[in-house]
């Protein structure tokens, strides 16, 4: 049992060790892209939060519609089966498109929304605050991301993503409280139950900025 352990703990040490290589190498293109991550987390859990409910007819609607008419659906079906996962495909789908105000305003009725898994709602808080950094606040989204990063009621592996994008906003004006948050994921337990790209990201990002 303890040589599993060991082994399973070799290869999530590899796999960090992988990942700090690779982002050393290409930190500034993943700060390019910050809202990509949140995009694939959030559209892989509606996925999967979509999937896992009974297959109604309204449902059926929500996945087949386009852009435009997801929205109306939603207006005049707020509550039914599939909504809080179609709402996230819509927000994700504004976003794309560069509707910020749109999309924040979608994010923010997922993440008010009760009746969604909690992790979708911790998501749609993360893409809350992209809108406000690909629409030039980012003062505002680096003070939301650490608030979201503080947040002993989201899980795990989205409180250290909202922190890696919290430390690399502060640190990119020279904010004191970057390197601060950088340093303290990066120093963080390593998860035995899996890969913590996040930290692996801050520690190399960290070595940049030196």
């Known amino acids: 049992m303890a040589d599993k352990k060991n082994n399973v703990d070799k290869n999530i040490f590899a796999d960090e060790k992988m990942a700090e290589v690779w982002f050393e190498k290409n930190w500034k293109k993943v700060a390019a892209v910050v809202v990509l991550a949140i995009l694939a987390g959030m559209a892989v859990f509606a996925s999967i939060y979509l999937n896992k409910q009974k297959n109604t007819g309204m449902m059926k609607k929500f996945a087949a519609a386009e852009t435009a008419e997801l929205a109306a659906l939603l207006e005049k079906n707020p509550d039914a089966a599939g909504a ?39 998501r749609a808080k993360l893409g809350i605050a992209a809108c406000d950094e690909l629409s030039g606040n980012k003062k505002a989204a680096a003070e939301s991301y650490m608030l979201l990063s503080n947040d002993s009621t989201v899980p795990r592996r989205v409180r250290d993503e909202a922190a890696f994008h919290a430390g690399r906003l502060f640190a990119a004006v020279a904010d004191s409280r970057g390197k601060e948050i950088l340093k303290k994921l990066a120093d963080s337990p390593m998860d035995s139950s899996m890969a913590n790209p996040w930290k692996a990201h801050a520690a190399a990002l960290l070595k940049n900025l030196k």
């Not at 789908?93 to 560069?98: T, Y």
């Not at 993440?111 to 992790?119: F, G, K, V």
Request: charged share 25%; glycine share 2%.
């Open 84 to 122: 809080s996962a179609a709402r996230a495909r819509l927000a994700d789908a504004l976003l794309a498109k560069k509707d910020y105000t749109a999309a924040k305003a979608q994010f923010g009725a997922l993440a008010a929304d009760l009746s969604a898994a909690a992790e979708l709602r911790s």
